[in-house]
Nanobody, 124 residues
Framework: QVQLVETGGGLVQAGDSLRLACAAS????????MGWFRRAPGKERECVAA????????YYADSVKGRFTISRDNAKNTVYLQMNRLKPEDTAVYYC?????????????????WGQGTQVTVSS
């Protein structure tokens, strides 16, 4: 089993930045692909960013490209999501997820483990 705990959410104003962190514990060697998903009220869960175990292969949703950066520190079993120039439409619950495999993926069924989520609210 792998446990994921997200931190760093909060209430900010449009244009501000936030950094989310996801700490993994349990049966992880730090080599799993990781992803950040979000679910806004009334919308489907979407993948905003994902990163392979090598830390070089990444994916970003079009809506966050150029504003969000995903990174990982395998020594700390932690993945980060740096969110800059936040917009009200970024308001959602953000979830960290881990795969059992090294290659990144962008769909929820590809992920075996999920965190409890952290709320990000961006006011206009």
């Amino acid at each position: 089993q792998v446990q994921l705990v997200e931190t760093g959410g909060g209430l900010v104003q449009a244009g501000d930045s936030l950094r989310l962190a996801c700490a993994a514990s349990g049966r992880t060697s730090g080599t799993n692909a990781m992803g950040w998903f979000r679910r806004a009220p009334g919308k489907e869960r979407e993948c905003v960013a994902a990163i392979a175990d090598n830390g070089r292969d990444t994916y970003y949703a079009d809506s966050v490209k150029g504003r969000f950066t995903i990174s990982r520190d395998n020594a700390k079993n932690t993945v980060y999501l740096q969110m800059n120039r936040l917009k009200p439409e970024d308001t959602a619950v953000y979830y960290c997820a881990a795969r059992r495999f090294t290659a990144l993926a962008t769909v929820p069924p590809a992920y075996a483990y999920w965190g409890q989520g952290t709320q990000v609210t961006v006011s206009s």
